[in-house]
Each structure stands twice: as C-alpha cells, then as structure tokens.
C-alpha cells in the first residue's frame, strides 16, 4: 500500500446507525490495523452527533484524540413545517394535500420524496394515492407518478426510478412522488426536490436531518417539511 495517500469514509454516521443489518460497515477497524499508521483516515458527515461520534471512533478504527472539526448546517432554503394527523393513520388521508385536484400533466405535481420507516407503510401508500389519482380523475398514466423505493427492491427498478426521477424537473414526466424508506438517500443529489414529507417520527435526529437534506439542493426557494 505504498500509494495509499488517504482513506476517506462517507457517511461515517451508518457505521454506527447501519451496524446491525450492515455488519461490515463496524469491521472498518480491521482496515486501519492493516493500512501503515502513517496513512491518514478522515471520516465525514453531515449528521455526526457527539453520542455517535463516540460508537464510530472505535468501530472505525479511529484514536480518541481525533482531531474533529464541526460546520454549519444550516439551510435557509429549508422550510419545516410541523402537524399532526387529522385522520386515523391506516387511511393516510393526511397525505392527500400533495395531489392537485387538477392535474393537466405530470409537472403540475412538484417532486416529492415522502419518508417512512418501513415497507408495509410503502407498499399501502403507493397503493391508497395511486387509487385517489384515479377517483380525482387523473389520466390512466398516472399510476406511474407515485413509485416506492426500498432495499430489497430489484436493482433495475431502483436503477429506473431513479434515473427518471433524477431528471431536470420539466423533463421528469413519468416519476412525481417516491414513497421510500432511507434507502433513496445515499448518493443521490437531485437539485430540484421541492417537498420532503415525513410520514410519523423519524427513528432518530440524525435520519430527521439526513431526509430533510433532499429537499431544494438547488439553493433556491423554500420547501415545506412536513412532519406527521
């Protein structure tokens, strides 16, 4: 490993938060014991709480004097709004605000990532808008609009949904809304993401700012954040 200038870990908050279904991300450790102490490791992320911090430094392979340097979070083109449900959970009627009552074409829905802990919720989801797209009498192509996105999916469909939905707004005609869990999060970079929506509490602070982070990478305008 003469060449080896530098390892650099993404993300160093999924050593932690991962561990326990993605068991090699807390066997980093291994790396350092191989690499030449004189090879630096450097750990970035943007939700690297200090209780974190601490479960990363040894899994990681990294020593407690570290040299830690924090930076702002802010977003001021992020605007979070908060409420509650009006409606029994299993109806998911307090998701129908995000679907127009007139719909001309696929733009005139903004594009939207609803967040939610687990497959049953998106698979029910996909299922309940997709049906209210047909009773407010969207075109019959519309069924395609609304896409979940997890894990265990096939990788041509997340290949598919992603590169579709990964398009300039105005050209992203056959993807408005994906109902996913935190697996559409990872290196995606979408500009112009302008709703994220959490459907019922985030499983921890770190996952509230990582989904929230989807939203108007653009820089410009606001999006409404909701938590439900």
């Not at 894990?151 to 707004?169: G, H, N, T, V, W």
């Not at 809304?177 to 999060?185: F, L, N, R, S, V």
Request: with cysteine.
């Amino acid at each position: 490993m003469d060449s080896l200038a530098l390892v650099a870990i993404d993300e160093l908050h999924l050593v932690s938060e991962w561990g326990e279904f993605r068991p090699q991300y807390r066997l980093l450790h291994l790396l350092r014991a191989r690499v030449d102490l004189c090879v630096p490791f450097l750990g970035v992320s943007a939700t690297l709480y200090f209780t974190v911090l601490q479960d990363v430094k040894e899994a990681a392979g990294f020593d407690n004097d570290i040299f830690v340097e924090c930076t702002s979070m802010d977003r001021p083109e992020i605007y979070i709004e908060t409420d509650v449900l009006k409606h029994d959970q299993v109806s998911m009627l307090d998701l129908l605000f995000l679907l127009p009552v007139t719909v001309t074409r696929p733009q005139d829905i903004p594009k939207t990532i609803i967040y939610m802990n687990d497959i049953k919720s998106i698979q029910a989801a996909v299922k309940i808008m997709r049906r209210w797209m047909n009773e407010l009498g969207y075109p019959p192509e519309a069924e395609k609009w609304v896409q979940p996105y997890f894990a265990i999916m096939a990788k041509s469909d997340k290949q598919r949904i992603s590169r579709e939905f990964a398009k300039l707004d105005e050209d992203c005609s056959s993807c408005r809304i994906i109902i996913a869990t935190d697996a559409y999060g990872l290196g995606i970079d979408n500009p112009d993401v302008h709703r994220v929506v959490q459907w019922l509490l985030p499983p921890s602070m770190s996952a509230l700012y990582q989904r929230m982070g989807r939203a108007m990478r653009c820089g410009r305008g606001r999006v409404v954040y909701t938590l439900l």
